[in-house]
């Protein structure tokens, strides 16, 4: 038999990182500012010399598909009336290891820092003005009106009933019909770190976006509210025409599965607010 070849575990975040900046540098024609590196756990951006952001991030060869892996690239092409940076240029490459993929992309500089730099759990309310909802409500209208083919990939996973299904009744057991009516575009990896204020609002990190279903995005922000009572309830108002259809109810006791399932933070203070809202959705959903 011949060898098996294992994947890498990686974690950007504590792993050294100098050989994948010298290899985007010279790809792109930049210098990148190494006291500017954000570092996730699956990718790293950082502010170049001529006053642009470059993303790198590193996804396994078994998470790709025959849809490609541009989703910044597409959505820059694709979407209009979606507050986003301009899409400048891109560059990809194979591990030697051959189980995982690079990509990296420079585009324009957002004008200002995430909500939530870094990643993490918002745990105040950033007071984000009546302007702000109303960019985002017009970027995730826009969002759902535009037509693409592209599939969404949350967490890297291409998104399907039966995986939907599976993490629901992983987490709470049997609910019932989890038939999606409608699909539309969305970003897919809607949350704090992702998106822009207090006084823009603008979206990023596009790699995962695609059809979805209906609510998934709003949802996805509602979840990532859960630790602040009042940013959450905002999230559901201003979203609302989504969220109380019973596909939006359906991504939003997705998301609490996310939260509460199988590998639930004892720590997260979203885990309560999450069991307590799946509790009532599943009852609407029956």
């Avoid at 976006?209 to 201003?238: H, I, N, Q, T």
């Amino acid at each position: 038999m011949g060898q098996v070849t294992t994947p890498l575990v990686v974690d950007l975040r504590r792993q050294p990182a100098d050989g994948i900046l010298d290899r985007i540098e010279q790809a792109l024609g930049t210098r990148l500012g190494r006291g500017t590196v954000v570092r996730k756990r699956r990718s790293l951006g950082a502010r170049t010399d001529r006053d642009t952001w470059v993303r790198a991030e590193r996804r396994l060869v078994s998470r790709l598909d025959g849809q490609g892996w541009n989703g910044i690239e597409t959505a820059a092409e694709v979407l209009t009336g979606v507050a986003m940076p301009r899409w400048l240029a891109g560059v990809a490459w194979r591990d030697p290891d051959s189980t995982a993929v690079w990509r990296a992309d420079e585009t324009t500089l957002l004008p200002e820092a995430p909500v939530k730099p870094g990643g993490g759990t918002v745990t105040a309310d950033p007071e984000l003005p009546d302007a702000w909802w109303r960019t985002l409500n017009a970027s995730l209208d826009a969002l759902a009106a535009a037509s693409t083919t592209r599939v969404a990939t949350p967490d890297t996973v291409t998104i399907a009933r039966d995986g939907i299904t599976d993490l629901i009744t992983d987490a709470f057991g049997e609910v019932g019909d989890t038939t999606v009516a409608r699909w539309h575009p969305a970003h897919a990896d809607l949350n704090w770190a992702n998106i822009t204020g207090p006084a823009h609002c603008w979206i990023f990190d596009w790699e995962d976006w695609g059809m979805a279903p209906r609510g998934l995005d709003a949802a996805s922000l509602w979840a990532a509210s859960l630790a602040v009572p009042d940013l959450a309830e905002r999230v559901r108002y201003e979203r609302r025409e989504d969220l109380a259809s019973r596909d939006g109810r359906l991504m939003m006791l997705f998301c609490c599965a996310k939260i509460a399932g199988a590998y639930a933070d004892p720590a997260d203070p979203k885990l309560e607010p999450a069991r307590t809202a799946a509790r009532q959705l599943i009852t609407e959903l029956r």
